[in-house]
């Protein structure tokens, strides 16, 4: 299984990725955590991107993506993935198409948390106050001012994505209001009708997903639609033209009919 977690800061995206490797025993692969990683061991990946992240920047392009690369190439992502703050602009989903193509893997599903904004600020708060309860260290751009330009840089770059990623037919949208338990079983219920996981098996995908992706179709229902009739009309041209390659098929034999009747009554005369 390979899937893409989309959501602002603060969504939960983290926490359903955790929750879905543990179920079906895939990885999660989140390019903030790989990045604050390289920033504590100092790596020069890390000194890039330290000042960047703590101000709430995007980090380059090109280092997340080679980041990304190296990191699906690993043994332990061969069973799948869960790509969790990546692809986060439109040039980096672009560059995930290419590779995936380039390494013949197939993508299962884009996951949105769709999340009411007022909320965020909350919930980030709170995660900070549970990690300096664990004894942790705070994140430094988990702060209220950081937070906004974080959101604001969701708002402007990363939310093209949904666009992106419905017009491919790949999104699905999860209410991220709900519990951290009724998310993950949405997920799950959500993948399953894909046949992305184990289950019920993928004939019945498109009655479960239009049940599921309700709340996605409502936003981009018109690009859906509008992609359906694409498909649709393509389909029925696809239709008439294997009609017309069927005829021009079969018109030869029908005139050769005629041919052979003749050939084997000469044959009789000559008898
Ligand atoms: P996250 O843990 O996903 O909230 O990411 C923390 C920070 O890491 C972000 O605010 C960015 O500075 C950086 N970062 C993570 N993923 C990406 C990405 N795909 N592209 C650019 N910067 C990223």
Redesign the pocket.
């Known amino acids: 299984m390979r899937l893409i977690l989309l959501g602002p800061?603060g969504s939960g995206k983290?926490t359903q990725a955790q929750r879905l490797v543990h179920k079906h025993n895939i990885v999660q692969l989140?390019?903030?955590?790989m990045?604050r990683a390289a920033v504590a061991a100092g790596t020069p990946v890390g000194l890039q991107?330290k000042d960047?992240?703590a101000a709430?920047?995007?980090?380059p392009?090109e280092i997340?993506i080679s980041i990304i690369s190296d990191r699906i190439d690993q043994p332990d992502a061969r069973n799948g993935f869960i790509l969790?703050?990546?692809?986060?602009?439109v040039p980096?989903a672009e560059a995930l198409d290419e590779l995936l193509k380039r390494k013949h893997m197939k993508l299962d599903a884009v996951v949105e948390l769709r999340v009411n904004e007022s909320a965020l600020l909350d919930r980030v708060e709170k995660r900070a106050a549970e990690t300096r309860a664990r004894g942790e260290e705070v994140r430094v751009?988990d702060t209220p001012e950081v937070l906004v330009k974080?959101l604001a840089s969701y708002r402007q770059l990363t939310e093209p994505l949904i666009h992106y990623y419905s017009e491919r037919r790949k999104l699905l949208t999860v209410d991220g209001m709900m519990t951290i338990e009724a998310v993950t079983r949405e997920i799950t219920r959500i993948l399953t009708a894909l046949g992305a996981v184990e289950g019920k098996a993928a004939p019945t995908a498109q009655k479960g997903l239009r049940k599921a992706a309700r709340p996605a179709a409502r936003k981009a229902g018109k690009v859906a639609r509008a992609a359906k009739k694409t498909s649709k009309t393509a389909r029925k041209a696809a239709k008439s033209t294997s009609k017309s390659k069927k005829k021009a098929v079969k018109r030869p034999t029908r005139k050769a009919a005629p041919k052979r009747a003749k050939k084997l009554t000469k044959k009789r005369a000559k008898r």
């Open positions: 800061p983290g989140s390019t903030g955590e990045l991107a960047i992240m709430g920047g995007l980090v392009d997340v969790d703050g990546f692809p986060r602009t980096q751009d974080r």
